[in-house]
């Protein structure tokens, strides 16, 4: 049964930095791209960024390039995005999912992803 579970979310005050953690099971994780999208209240989930499966590549949304990095650990089956200089228009619940293709290069298309963890809470206020 595939798996993932992200943690890490909390408050932080606008310029400050949080780490997202992510971990995968049930499938092979080091053969998969790996996502990061965000969903604000009363708005659509959007793409945050991603990593490909033998992190060589990384794709980031516009609103989130120099300040956030997304990296994996394959051996520990995790993915991580540091987020730093964080602004309020950051605050959302965090979504970890995995690109379904193998081997598939980063992309923005939320249909290539699936198995959406239960998401993590990040609230940037002061």
């Known amino acids: 049964q595939v798996r993932v579970v992200e943690s890490g979310g909390g408050l932080v005050q606008p310029g400050g930095s949080l780490r997202l953690s992510c971990v995968a099971s049930?499938?092979?994780?080091?053969?998969?791209?790996m996502g990061w999208f965000r969903q604000a209240p009363g708005k659509e989930r959007e793409f945050v960024a991603a990593?490909?499966?033998?992190?060589?590549?990384?794709l980031y949304a516009d609103s989130v390039k120099g300040r956030f990095t997304v990296a994996r650990d394959n051996a520990k089956n995790t993915v991580y995005l540091q987020m730093n200089s964080l602004k309020p228009e950051d605050t959302g619940v965090y979504y970890c999912?995995?690109?379904?293709?193998?081997?598939?290069?980063?992309?923005?298309?939320?249909?290539?992803?699936?198995?959406w963890g239960q998401g993590t809470q990040v609230t940037v206020s002061s």
């Open positions: 049930g499938y092979t994780f080091s053969l998969h791209t």
């Open positions: 990593i490909s499966w033998t992190a060589s590549s990384t």
């Open positions: 999912a995995r690109d379904l293709r193998t081997f598939g290069d980063v992309t923005t298309r939320s249909w290539h992803y699936g198995n």
